[in-house]
């Protein structure tokens, strides 16, 4: 199992956390296409972010995969060239237009959960967030650009201050 993990301060809102949720996705579907696709060395990538308003604004953002003990230092350095790639040419058209479909489509399902609603007014009770209508947030979906992604990329993802860890298995 190999574990990259990153941090840092973050400005909470809703534009920047869609974003990040972008850029977590679009990084998840060119890393698994990479990873998985090309370089047949995983069954899976996971790419997860998180970010807080409270104690304290602040991001983590960890990529996680597990494969043969014989691929981590080339699927490890697939894994850094791709977020390179991010970095300096933010997801092509095809993946991002991916990302915002599936922001939408889980939003249209969302919103017929009672757990979708109660995290929503926990928000605007604890963080002062707004509720925003699915037309809002279809349309501040499809308003996020390539050029955003990279730039986020280019912020969050710390390339000179992470931790990567390896799990391997136990050698008799």
Not at 106 to 125: C, F, H, P, Q
Not at 150 to 169: F, R, S
Request: glycine share 4%; with cysteine.
């Amino acid at each position: 199992m190999v574990v990259i993990s990153m941090k840092g301060d973050y400005k909470y809102s809703f534009e920047n956390n869609l974003i990040f949720k972008t850029l977590e996705k679009t990084l998840s579907i060119n890393l698994r296409e990479k990873l998985r696709e090309e370089e047949s060395g995983t069954y899976g990538v996971w790419v997860q972010k998180n970010y807080q308003k409270y104690p304290r604004e602040d991001y983590s953002l960890t990529i996680a995969f597990g494969c043969a003990p014989e691929n981590v230092d080339k699927l490890v350095n697939a894994t850094f060239d791709e977020i390179k790639n991010m970095q300096e040419n933010g997801p092509d058209d095809k993946v991002l237009n991916k990302a915002k479909e599936t922001f939408i489509r889980e939003k249209e399902s969302a919103v017929r959960e009672n757990s979708y609603w109660l995290g929503k007014l926990d928000n605007v009770t604890f963080l002062g967030s707004k509720i925003i209508p699915v037309e809002e947030y279809n349309k501040a979906v499809n308003a996020v650009t390539s050029e955003q992604v990279k730039e986020a990329a280019a912020k969050y993802i710390t390339l000179d201050h992470y931790v990567y860890g390896v799990v391997k298995p136990e050698v008799e």
